[in-house]
């Protein structure tokens, strides 16, 4: 932990003397106070910029105006915060201040608002509760709309992130349509290798997938793994993804040998940029074998479930359903005739 610098030695033996000679809920005492937290945020000792956010929150719930816009801001200041530290139930009921406030002070197509409903639905997300996520992104959405070009790329971020929440909570006609939103203003706005754009086909292949609409998902895949390929360095993990992301679908296609093709590329890159113990490696490995199992390619199977067994050892005992399940694959190849592929 970083040690108080001289500077704040000198501020923190300065506010010691003003809280003695004016009291501790003396407004005078706001300014000082923040400037200790900032330097305590910028150390990042979250713990001892809320004591003093704190203390700034106490004199203002004492003084605070007819409109106390300066109150809300400190309580989502302090969400934020305790977001950083992972205490979610702490940051929601900060946020909820900061929005009760800001509902009655401000006006309803104000954009703070709007970052304010996000800001509680990124909360409730962390949290699991995903309809309450939902919730929060669409009134947020609806200021948004209002405020902004119908082209503008905000507009597509916030259509793509309640698209996942909804995918997340399997209502896939509103995330299907509200992806289609996001997609079709990033393509007429934004430069056709745009790494948002490849987030959105990617989203969109995900998506069809759940749907078990494989071709269409494949298409979306390919197009963002084409963007991938031209903006990404050639060992760079979301390379390495998109490309997993294919061989999955061929698999599920039934189409073994691009599978193959698009795992093997996957795997090179994550052999070079992993530990060899690291669990993706096993996921890998396993998804691999099958497809060799499934190519009759027995002696290629058996390398490739043996490596991923070995790495699944090293973090889980035999019982581990990991293990079992990679165990399971192990004896389904084992059963089968050698066949060797040339």
């Known amino acids: 932990m970083d040690k108080e610098t001289p500077e704040l030695v000198d501020m923190l033996q300065?506010?010691?003397t003003m809280e003695q000679e004016?009291?501790?809920?003396?407004?005078?005492?706001l300014v000082p106070y923040g400037n200790i937290a900032?330097?305590?945020?910028?150390?990042?000792?979250?713990?001892a910029a809320l004591g003093y956010l704190q203390k700034m929150s106490r004199i203002l719930e004492q003084t605070v105006d007819k409109n106390p816009t300066n109150l809300a801001a400190l309580y989502n200041n302090m969400s934020v915060i305790?977001?950083?530290?992972?205490?979610?139930?702490?940051?929601?009921v900060y946020q909820q201040k900061n929005l009760t406030?800001?509902?009655?002070?401000?006006?309803?197509?104000?954009?703070?608002?709007?970052?304010?409903?996000?800001?509680m639905a990124s909360i409730?997300?962390?949290?699991?509760?995903?309809?309450?996520?939902?919730?929060?992104?669409?009134?947020?959405l609806a200021i948004l709309e209002q405020l902004l070009d119908p082209n503008d790329p905000a507009l597509a971020t916030q259509y793509n992130k309640i698209s996942v929440i909804y995918h997340e909570l399997r209502n896939f006609r509103q995330a299907f349509i509200l992806q289609q939103k996001a997609i079709a203003i990033r393509e007429r706005v934004l430069a056709p290798d745009h790494t948002d754009l490849a987030t959105s086909y990617s989203n969109m292949s995900t998506l069809y997938q759940s749907m078990n609409y494989l071709p269409e998902a494949l298409?979306?895949?390919l197009k963002d793994v084409a963007i991938c390929e031209k903006t990404l360095d050639s060992n760079h993990p979301n390379l390495a993804t998109a490309y997993n992301n294919i061989s999955i679908i061929y698999v599920a296609l039934g189409c073994f040998p691009e599978a193959l093709e698009y795992s093997l590329k996957s795997i090179a890159i994550f052999e070079q940029i992993l530990s060899k113990k690291h669990q993706a490696l096993a996921i890998s490995y396993s998804n691999i074998a099958s497809i060799y199992y499934s190519l009759t390619n027995k002696l290629q199977a058996q390398y490739y479930v043996q490596r991923a067994i070995d790495i699944l050892r090293h973090h889980f005992s035999n019982e581990h359903p990991k293990v079992t399940d990679a165990l399971k694959l192990q004896q389904l190849i084992n059963k089968m005739k050698t066949n060797v592929v040339k």
């Open 101 to 119: 406030i800001q509902e009655k002070y401000l006006d309803k197509n104000q954009p703070d608002l709007a970052i304010s409903y996000s800001n």
């Open 219 to 221: 298409e979306y895949s």
């Open 82 to 92: 305790y977001r950083k530290m992972g205490r979610m139930p702490e940051a929601l």
């Open 14 to 16: 300065k506010v010691a």
């Open 38 to 47: 900032e330097m305590y945020l910028t150390m990042k000792r979250f713990a």
């Open 22 to 29: 004016l009291g501790r809920n003396h407004k005078d005492l």
């Open 124 to 140: 409730y997300q962390a949290i699991e509760q995903l309809s309450e996520a939902a919730v929060y992104e669409q009134k947020a």
